[in-house]
């Protein structure tokens, strides 16, 4: 994808696996920007009134991604700040689509750094007997739909929240003037 976006919606959209770091880094970058900054999950739980957890062992996986879905959408369709999606919203084909033409950007992360920061976490995703590894699995079956939907992929573990935000900025600052967004890995 080139420097084209609609000028409607998020100034950018960060995607990737749990542990990437897409709410910290999107809070710095939404504030370096000047606008706000939203989060998918917490959308759900706040118009839900419900715990990610709970949706997903009481309604299960898939009206977990129907409630999803309806969020990430209405979000692309109104807000112009910076969002973060939930790291499975864009294996939803709806979600995926509705994403072309926006600021979309890969934060990506390996296994291991991105295990050991949800390790204590309650995703329900990596409950079970081999947390590490079901983390891994899913992120190796994802890897090419992030790349597939972003405008650029950034590496996510090479450095502090801060320095990952700076890196955003520049290789956005570089799309927006319609110039060849980086190297697809
Ligand atoms: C999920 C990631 C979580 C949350 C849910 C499912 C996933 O969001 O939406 O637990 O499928 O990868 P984060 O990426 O913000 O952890």
Known sequence: MTGEFTDRGPSAV???????GKSTV???????????????????VRTTGRSIP?????D?????????????????RTHR????LGGGAVMTPAVESALAGHRVIYLRID????FARVADSDRPLIAGDDPHARYAELLAARDD???RASVFVVDAGAGEPDTVADVILTRLAHALTG??????P
């Open 54 to 58: 709970d949706i997903f062992t009481s």
């Open 179 to 184: 110039e060849r967004v980086g190297e697809r």
């Open 81 to 84: 700040g910076v969002v973060a």
């Open 14 to 20: 960060l995607i990737g696996f749990m542990g990437a």
């Open 145 to 147: 739909t992030y790349v």
């Open 111 to 114: 296994a291991d750094a991105g």
């Open 26 to 44: 999107g809070r710095i970058l939404a504030d370096r920007l000047g606008v706000d900054f939203v989060d998918t999950d917490s959308e759900i």
């Open 60 to 76: 299960g996986p898939q009206h977990f991604r129907e409630i999803e879905r309806d969020v990430v959408l209405d979000v692309l």
